[in-house]
């Protein structure tokens, strides 16, 4: 059932997402098919779908919530709304007046944090968020993704657990 | 009565918001206050509360949220999540793959558009992401501020119809 549920809304994320046309992808190729994230994000009811599913995988002692910049703070704003946890905002870089820091809102020192993307594909910038996190003093206690497209068991192999609510293989390379 | 909500939740943002120190400002100026606007948009009832307070604002016949890139994505979500408005974020600068597009999400031609900031002190940033609006083929029907800090005025002048929840004159300079 749960499965069901996942593969239907897998359908209805690609569906909303999947763009077609001629694109140039981040790694210089070029493609007919390009998945923007942004189409699910920018759209409450699925947004608000997606949020409730990642939600759903938190386990107990989760005191925080965590995003890298960009996209996924549409999700995380979500998510701490449902779940009324905090927010931790990571930065590509450290914020160059101000704070001065590269963590923006939540993230004291013993935080136990959900770190939240929206796709994950290489788990390379998840990867950088958590290592600022836990530089603070956080735990990083559950990666969860969207839509996991390969990321998933890169983080793995870094050692952290990781749920993602639909996973999605690129039709092409 | 509505005045006195604003002045309570103008307390409580500042409350939650302002940092007390040595920092640097955007400016270079030293200052020994700094406005952190992520401490109310990463507190989910605070966010919660601005959010509701922003969608008050909105006249009939709006049909999309939009904002610009960075912190006011956080409230954005909140707002579309309150009023099933799909959402646009704009970008900086255009995307250099993909889409290519400097707007993302949804924002077709002839929408009528609630633009959202959460700070504004000059109105620089909303003012581009108006422009970027308008070139798509978008209608700005309103400017939201979550806290005016001075931008709305200048917004008023470049001919937008401007809203705030607060207003927050900077005690220094």
Known sequence: MLRAMSEDLADRLIGASELHGDFVLSSGKRSSVYFDKFRFLTDPPLLKEVAHA??????????????????????????????????????????A????????????????????EDVS???????????????????????????????????????YWVKSVVEIRPAED
Chains 1, 2 share one sequence.
């Open 54 to 95: 990642v939600a759903g995988h938190l386990p107990e002692g989760i005191t925080h919530l965590a995003a890298p910049e960009g996209a996924a703070t549409l999700l995380v704003a979500a998510i701490a709304l449902e779940t009324h946890l905090p927010i931790a905002v990571v930065r590509k870089e450290p914020k």
């Open 97 to 116: 007046y101000g704070t001065m820091s590269q963590v923006e809102g939540q993230a004291p020192a013993g935080a136990q944090v959900a770190l939240i």
């Open 121 to 159: 594909t290489t788990g390379h910038q998840v990867l950088k968020a958590a290592r600022v996190l836990e530089a603070e003093g956080c735990t990083i206690g559950i990666v969860v993704l969207a839509i996991d497209r390969g990321g998933a068991e890169h983080l793995r192999d870094e050692g």
